[in-house]
């Protein structure tokens, strides 16, 4: 992609709005634009992050069995009757046809999966079954204000398992663990398994995958024994307390939940009647699994952690194009130059995006760079002669390569 051509000016006025580091850098890059409080657009840099993020959890949901599938956004009010949720889930939107019915806008989805597995599960021989979707969700959040950590319409990932017993559901949910870790590895972020309670609706125990930064909203403890709990199931714990496994200090951190999976067991089986008729021909309740990721909430992660003073630090895997080409100066035999690198590097299958700018400064080019953060910057410039300078982003060295090494 031509940069002269790119849909979204970087800036370099500090952001008014901004009250964190994701929403200041991915604003002032031009990766997004915010509607309101928690609401974003996606500019075209900003939404092959996101892509490149999806395909990441996609790679290692289907490596676990999980199958693509669609949901409906708009839910009908019914099925949140039938779960108790419409009148007790505080961030749930609702909304209103001119017929009067009422509707809720999805912000989590087993009200939808649970009746649409009904129709599909009738017998042992039909279990498990792993669906997912990567698709928008609404919640009626109070605070808003993290960037792209916390918005009311949202990008996630949510998984749901259908199991026969606890004990397969178990096996499954520790399959799930590894590929989220690999998830966030692949996404450069240093996930932490955490301890967490089920939340408002279930008994049973739920992990969160927390990354620890200052910046974040979590408080979790930690113990050298390897104790990981989030501050709301041990609300009474403080940073020095004792660890309720073994007793010893703990260290309080704040952190980013960009993860958490939840063994549900038989509730939401129960509210929707979802039974199969097992081997010895009795009838039993399906156990659920579901696993979320917040895939917009984790590219606002990946700019809270790798950044510095000029701009967003992109890992390789996640970089929006694999390369940025910058020509320096107005010499036409640099232009020519950069035209050839860049139609083989495109014809090889590289993306990369030039920048092929004729008005903007040497150095207003270099901190456009910087600061939109792209891994590895190629430059091509009258001071180099026939050479292309290669620098990763996060490394001050750079080295000279002629275009057939390149
Ligand atoms: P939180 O405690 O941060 O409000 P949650 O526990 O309610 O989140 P889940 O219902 O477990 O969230 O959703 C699964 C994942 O979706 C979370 O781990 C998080 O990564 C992401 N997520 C949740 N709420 C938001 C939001 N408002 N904006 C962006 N991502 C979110
Ligand atoms: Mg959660």
């Known amino acids: 992609m031509r940069q002269s051509q790119l849909f979204g000016k970087t800036s370099k006025t500090k952001e008014a709005a901004a009250a964190s580091i994701n929403h200041e850098l991915l604003v002032r890059a031009g990766f997004v634009d915010q509607l309101m409080a928690g609401v974003y657009s996606y500019l075209p840099l900003g939404w092959r992050v996101l892509d490149r993020i999806s395909d990441i959890v996609r790679e290692e949901m289907d490596a676990v069995g999980g199958l693509e599938v669609s949901l409906p956004a708009l839910h009908p009010k ?8 419409w009148g007790s889930l505080d961030i749930l939107f609702k909304t209103k046809s001119q017929t009067k019915t009422e509707y809720a806008l999805g912000p989590t989805h087993e009200e939808v999966i649970v009746p649409l597995a009904k129709k599909h599960i009738a017998s042992y021989r039909d279990l498990p079954g792993y669906w997912y979707q990567i698709q928008v969700k609404f919640r009626d959040e109070l605070r808003a204000k993290a960037g792209l950590l916390r918005g009311r319409e949202f990008l996630m990932k949510d998984l749901y398992s259908f199991h026969t017993s606890a004990q397969d559901l178990k096996e499954y949910y520790e399959q799930m663990k590894d590929a989220y870790l690999k998830v966030f590895k692949r996404c450069k972020l240093d996930a932490i398994v955490t301890e967490a309670s089920g939340g408002s ?9 927390q990354v620890e930064t200052k910046n974040g909203e979590d408080l979790i403890f930690r113990c050298s024994c390897g104790m990981v709990r989030n501050k709301e199931i041990v609300p009474d ?4 307390g004792a660890c309720p496994e073994c007793g010893k200090a703990v260290e309080a951190v704040k952190s980013i939940e960009v993860g958490n999976i939840f063994d549900l067991g038989k509730k939401f089986s129960k509210d929707f009647n979802l039974k199969f008729t097992d081997e010895d021909g009795k009838e039993k309740e399906v156990i659920i699994g579901c696993y979320g990721i917040g895939i917009s909430r984790l590219m606002g992660s990946i700019v809270e952690i790798h950044n510095d003073k000029q701009g967003i630090i992109w890992p390789k895997e996640v970089s929006p194009f694999k390369y940025h080409l910058v020509s320096l100066g107005d010499d036409e035999k640099v232009y020519k130059q950069s035209e050839r690198v860049y139609n083989d590097l495109v014809k090889k299958d590289k993306e990369v995006l030039w920048d092929d700018r004729r008005e903007e400064s040497n150095a207003e080019k270099l901190a456009d760079a910087d600061l939109i953060g792209i891994s590895t910057r190629l430059v091509i410039s009258p001071k180099l002669g026939d050479k292309i300078e290669v620098k990763e982003r996060d490394s001050k060295n750079s080295k000279l390569v002629s275009a057939k090494e390149l």
């Open 237 to 240: 714990l403080k940073d020095g």
């Open 201 to 209: 609706f279930t008994k049973e125990y739920s992990h969160e995958f």
């Open 78 to 85: 019914e099925n949140w009757e039938k779960t108790g949720r």
